[in-house]
Protein backbone atom coordinates (compact mmCIF):
# COMPACT_ATOMS: atom_id res chain seq x y z
CA UNK A 1 0.00 0.00 0.00
CA UNK A 2 1.37 3.36 -1.16
CA UNK A 3 -0.09 6.77 0.18
CA UNK A 4 0.49 9.91 -0.61
CA UNK A 5 2.13 11.80 2.51
CA UNK A 6 -0.12 14.23 4.05
CA UNK A 7 1.32 17.45 5.64
CA UNK A 8 -0.93 19.72 8.03
CA UNK A 9 1.05 23.79 7.34
CA UNK A 10 0.43 25.77 10.63
CA UNK A 11 1.66 29.57 10.05
CA UNK A 12 -0.72 32.20 10.62
CA UNK A 13 0.44 34.57 7.73
CA UNK A 14 -1.86 33.66 4.99
CA UNK A 15 0.32 34.86 1.82
CA UNK A 16 3.27 31.84 3.70
CA UNK A 17 0.84 29.17 3.92
CA UNK A 18 -0.91 29.79 0.74
CA UNK A 19 2.83 29.46 -0.64
CA UNK A 20 3.43 26.33 1.11
CA UNK A 21 0.16 24.68 0.40
CA UNK A 22 0.75 25.54 -3.38
CA UNK A 23 4.77 24.30 -3.89
CA UNK A 24 3.67 21.07 -1.69
CA UNK A 25 0.65 20.29 -3.72
CA UNK A 26 2.70 21.13 -7.11
CA UNK A 27 4.89 18.12 -5.73
CA UNK A 28 2.46 15.56 -5.14
CA UNK A 29 2.74 16.32 -1.41
CA UNK A 30 -1.31 16.13 0.37
CA UNK A 31 -1.49 19.52 2.38
CA UNK A 32 -4.57 17.95 4.91
CA UNK A 33 -4.77 21.93 6.28
CA UNK A 34 -3.47 25.21 6.75
CA UNK A 35 -3.94 26.34 10.40
CA UNK A 36 -3.53 29.74 11.63
CA UNK A 37 -3.58 29.13 16.06
CA UNK A 38 -2.96 26.47 18.27
CA UNK A 39 -6.64 25.02 18.22
CA UNK A 40 -6.89 24.65 14.73
CA UNK A 41 -3.91 22.71 14.65
CA UNK A 42 -4.92 20.47 17.58
CA UNK A 43 -8.17 19.71 15.95
CA UNK A 44 -6.50 18.59 12.81
CA UNK A 45 -4.62 16.56 14.65
CA UNK A 46 -6.78 14.61 16.73
CA UNK A 47 -9.66 14.46 13.30
CA UNK A 48 -7.08 14.05 10.50
CA UNK A 49 -3.97 11.67 9.41
CA UNK A 50 -1.57 13.88 9.36
CA UNK A 51 2.53 12.07 8.29
CA UNK A 52 4.46 15.55 8.76
CA UNK A 53 3.91 19.41 10.48
CA UNK A 54 5.90 22.17 8.91
CA UNK A 55 5.17 24.37 12.30
CA UNK A 56 5.63 28.18 12.46
CA UNK A 57 7.93 28.69 16.04
CA UNK A 58 5.66 32.31 16.47
CA UNK A 59 1.78 31.91 16.45
CA UNK A 60 -0.20 35.03 17.48
CA UNK A 61 -1.53 32.81 20.24
CA UNK A 62 -0.65 32.59 24.44
CA UNK A 63 0.80 29.03 23.10
CA UNK A 64 2.83 28.95 20.49
CA UNK A 65 4.71 26.47 18.08
CA UNK A 66 7.11 25.15 20.49
CA UNK A 67 4.65 24.27 22.65
CA UNK A 68 2.43 22.71 19.93
CA UNK A 69 6.11 20.47 18.78
CA UNK A 70 6.01 19.20 22.24
CA UNK A 71 2.09 17.88 22.18
CA UNK A 72 3.49 16.16 18.67
CA UNK A 73 6.06 14.41 20.37
CA UNK A 74 4.16 13.25 23.59
CA UNK A 75 1.18 12.35 21.82
CA UNK A 76 1.59 11.63 17.69
CA UNK A 77 4.69 9.52 16.71
CA UNK A 78 5.24 12.18 13.50
CA UNK A 79 8.28 14.37 12.62
CA UNK A 80 7.86 18.07 12.39
CA UNK A 81 9.90 20.77 10.89
CA UNK A 82 9.89 24.29 12.28
CA UNK A 83 9.69 26.84 9.92
CA UNK A 84 10.95 30.48 11.29
CA UNK A 85 12.22 33.67 11.00
CA UNK A 86 14.09 35.65 13.16
CA UNK A 87 13.35 34.89 16.81
CA UNK A 88 14.95 35.72 19.91
CA UNK A 89 17.48 33.52 21.66
CA UNK A 90 15.08 31.97 24.41
CA UNK A 91 12.74 30.66 21.90
CA UNK A 92 15.43 29.09 19.75
CA UNK A 93 16.67 27.50 22.49
CA UNK A 94 13.05 25.71 23.84
CA UNK A 95 12.59 25.33 19.87
CA UNK A 96 16.25 23.20 19.83
CA UNK A 97 14.80 21.33 22.93
CA UNK A 98 11.83 20.04 21.62
CA UNK A 99 14.28 17.77 19.15
CA UNK A 100 12.62 18.87 15.79
CA UNK A 101 13.28 17.33 12.19
CA UNK A 102 14.61 20.01 10.59
CA UNK A 103 14.45 24.20 10.46
CA UNK A 104 13.12 25.83 7.03
CA UNK A 105 14.38 29.91 7.39
CA UNK A 106 12.10 32.21 5.86
CA UNK A 107 12.06 33.41 3.63
CA UNK A 108 12.53 30.05 2.10
CA UNK A 109 13.14 29.15 -2.41
CA UNK A 110 11.38 25.88 -2.90
CA UNK A 111 14.40 23.47 -3.15
CA UNK A 112 15.07 24.70 0.63
CA UNK A 113 11.68 23.32 1.81
CA UNK A 114 11.96 20.04 -0.34
CA UNK A 115 15.30 19.55 1.18
CA UNK A 116 14.22 20.05 4.71
CA UNK A 117 11.10 17.60 4.56
CA UNK A 118 13.41 14.83 2.71
CA UNK A 119 16.27 15.52 5.70
CA UNK A 120 12.84 15.47 8.36
CA UNK A 121 11.28 12.20 6.24
CA UNK A 122 14.73 10.64 6.54
CA UNK A 123 15.24 11.40 10.17
CA UNK A 124 11.92 10.16 10.87
CA UNK A 125 12.95 6.53 9.43
CA UNK A 126 16.48 7.04 11.44
CA UNK A 127 14.55 7.11 14.48
CA UNK A 128 12.57 3.88 13.60
CA UNK A 129 15.79 2.12 13.59
CA UNK A 130 16.82 3.47 16.92
CA UNK A 131 13.41 2.86 18.84
CA UNK A 132 13.44 -0.48 17.13
CA UNK A 133 17.17 -1.36 18.82
CA UNK A 134 16.28 -0.03 21.69
CA UNK A 135 12.80 -1.81 22.16
CA UNK A 136 13.98 -4.95 20.70
CA UNK A 137 9.91 -4.36 19.09
CA UNK A 138 9.83 -5.91 15.40
CA UNK A 139 6.68 -3.83 14.56
CA UNK A 140 7.34 -1.40 12.13
CA UNK A 141 4.20 -0.75 9.64
CA UNK A 142 5.16 2.20 7.25
CA UNK A 143 8.20 3.97 6.01
CA UNK A 144 8.93 7.16 3.99
CA UNK A 145 10.80 6.38 0.54
CA UNK A 146 11.63 8.51 -2.04
CA UNK A 147 9.73 8.79 -5.31
CA UNK A 148 11.55 10.87 -7.70
CA UNK A 149 11.10 14.91 -6.14
CA UNK A 150 8.82 13.44 -3.42
CA UNK A 151 7.97 10.60 -0.68
CA UNK A 152 5.63 7.99 -0.64
CA UNK A 153 4.41 6.52 2.98
CA UNK A 154 4.56 3.10 1.62
CA UNK A 155 3.64 -0.19 3.77
CA UNK A 156 7.00 -2.48 4.95
CA UNK A 157 4.56 -5.84 4.10
CA UNK A 158 4.21 -4.58 0.42
CA UNK A 159 7.99 -4.54 -0.58
CA UNK A 160 8.86 -7.51 -2.55
CA UNK A 161 12.87 -7.17 -2.76
CA UNK A 162 15.53 -4.50 -2.46
CA UNK A 163 18.69 -4.16 -4.33
CA UNK A 164 21.86 -2.04 -3.41
CA UNK A 165 23.13 -0.39 -6.31
CA UNK A 166 26.17 1.27 -4.54
CA UNK A 167 24.64 4.33 -3.35
CA UNK A 168 21.32 4.27 -3.77
CA UNK A 169 18.41 1.24 -3.24
CA UNK A 170 16.27 -0.24 -5.84
CA UNK A 171 13.19 -1.12 -3.92
CA UNK A 172 10.29 -2.88 -5.41
CA UNK A 173 6.64 -3.06 -4.87
CA UNK A 174 4.21 -4.25 -6.82
CA UNK A 175 3.03 -1.40 -8.64
CA UNK A 176 6.06 1.14 -8.09
CA UNK A 177 10.23 1.07 -8.25
CA UNK A 178 11.96 2.96 -6.01
CA UNK A 179 15.21 4.50 -6.43
CA UNK A 180 15.45 5.55 -2.24
CA UNK A 181 19.33 6.80 -1.39
CA UNK A 182 20.22 4.59 1.48
CA UNK A 183 22.70 1.75 2.00
CA UNK A 184 21.43 -1.86 2.00
CA UNK A 185 22.84 -2.19 5.87
CA UNK A 186 20.90 1.41 6.90
CA UNK A 187 17.66 -0.17 5.06
CA UNK A 188 17.43 -3.14 6.54
CA UNK A 189 17.80 -1.69 10.30
CA UNK A 190 14.83 -0.18 9.54
CA UNK A 191 12.91 -3.80 8.86
CA UNK A 192 10.97 -6.56 9.76
CA UNK A 193 13.56 -9.68 10.79
CA UNK A 194 11.05 -11.94 10.60
CA UNK A 195 9.71 -11.05 7.28
CA UNK A 196 12.71 -10.06 5.34
CA UNK A 197 15.72 -12.09 4.36
CA UNK A 198 19.65 -11.57 2.50
CA UNK A 199 19.85 -13.79 0.24
CA UNK A 200 23.07 -11.96 -1.41
CA UNK A 201 24.97 -9.68 -0.48
CA UNK A 202 23.34 -6.91 -2.46
CA UNK A 203 19.64 -8.38 -2.53
CA UNK A 204 16.77 -8.47 0.67
CA UNK A 205 14.01 -10.22 -0.20
CA UNK A 206 10.35 -10.64 1.34
CA UNK A 207 9.72 -13.96 2.24
CA UNK A 208 5.89 -13.77 1.68
CA UNK A 209 6.31 -12.45 -1.83
CA UNK A 210 8.98 -15.41 -3.32
CA UNK A 211 6.91 -17.42 -6.46
CA UNK A 212 9.36 -20.09 -6.90
CA UNK A 213 13.14 -21.25 -5.88
CA UNK A 214 15.67 -22.77 -8.62
CA UNK A 215 18.27 -24.76 -7.01
CA UNK A 216 19.94 -25.46 -9.93
CA UNK A 217 20.67 -21.95 -10.96
CA UNK A 218 20.63 -20.57 -7.29
CA UNK A 219 17.83 -18.28 -7.88
CA UNK A 220 14.45 -17.10 -6.41
CA UNK A 221 11.37 -15.59 -8.12
CA UNK A 222 9.42 -12.39 -7.33
CA UNK A 223 7.14 -10.97 -9.22
CA UNK A 224 9.12 -11.20 -12.96
CA UNK A 225 12.60 -11.10 -11.35
CA UNK A 226 14.55 -13.67 -10.79
CA UNK A 227 16.68 -12.99 -7.64
CA UNK A 228 20.30 -14.31 -7.10
CA UNK A 229 21.02 -17.00 -4.16
CA UNK A 230 24.83 -16.32 -2.79
CA UNK A 231 26.85 -19.58 -1.74
CA UNK A 232 26.86 -17.53 1.37
CA UNK A 233 23.48 -17.08 2.08
CA UNK A 234 21.71 -20.37 0.40
CA UNK A 235 21.55 -22.70 3.46
CA UNK A 236 20.03 -20.02 5.32
CA UNK A 237 17.52 -18.65 2.94
CA UNK A 238 16.49 -22.44 2.36
CA UNK A 239 15.89 -22.80 5.79
CA UNK A 240 13.68 -19.50 6.24
CA UNK A 241 11.45 -20.34 3.44
CA UNK A 242 11.17 -23.88 4.16
CA UNK A 243 12.67 -25.65 0.94
CA UNK A 244 15.39 -27.85 2.66
Known amino acids: MKKTVKILVVEDEYITAKTLANFLEQSGYDVVGCAMDVEETLNYLQTKEVDCVILDINLNDKKDGVWVANT ?23 AIASSPYGFLAKPFQKAELFSAIEIALNKHNELIAVQKETTKEDNVQTLFIKNIDRFDKVAVSDIYSIESQKNYL ?15 KEFSTLLPSNLF ?22 SLKILNKNIPISKAYKQQVLQEINFM
Not at 174 to 183: F, G, I, Q, S, V
Not at 208 to 215: E, G, N, S
Request: charged share 25%; glycine share 0%; net charge positive.
Open 170 to 184: LIQTETMLYKHRATL
Open 197 to 218: IKTHRAFLVNKTKIIAVDRTNS
Open 72 to 94: IKQKYNIPFLFLTAYTDKDTVAR
